[in-house]
């Protein structure tokens, strides 16, 4: 099993960045994956979670209307979209295969600076 994060980097306060997690060596269509961050000296939080079918759920108010999950079964590819984005969400974002057993990428930094 592999899962591989990219699309993180140093944005503006208020830019946007979609992130992206290429998934391999499971049957991706069937798993429930997620979205988690760590950020400096804080517990990896849950950020968003998508279903099979597409279903998703945004964990934290503060990320409601601003981040958006979504996968692509034929390309075995999840996806987070985030939009205007704050210094506190500068993390390592890790996407995760959920349901046992459970895999993490190796994560990809995302800095909200000016």
């Known amino acids: 099993v592999q899962l591989v994060e990219s699309g993180g980097g140093l944005v503006q306060p208020g830019g946007s960045l979609r992130l992206s997690c290429a998934a391999s060596?499971?049957?991706?269509?069937?798993?429930?994956m997620s979205w988690y961050r760590q950020a400096p000296g804080k517990e990896r939080e849950l950020v968003a979670t998508i279903t099979p079918a597409g279903a998703t759920t945004v964990d934290a108010d503060s990320e409601k209307g601003r981040f958006i999950i979504s996968r692509d079964n034929a390309k075995n590819t999840v996806y987070l979209q985030m939009n205007s984005l704050k210094p506190e969400d500068t993390a390592v974002y890790y996407c995760k295969k959920e349901s046992f057993p459970t895999y993490w990428g190796q994560g990809t930094q995302v800095t909200v600076s000016s």
């Open positions: 060596g499971f049957p991706f269509r069937s798993y429930r």
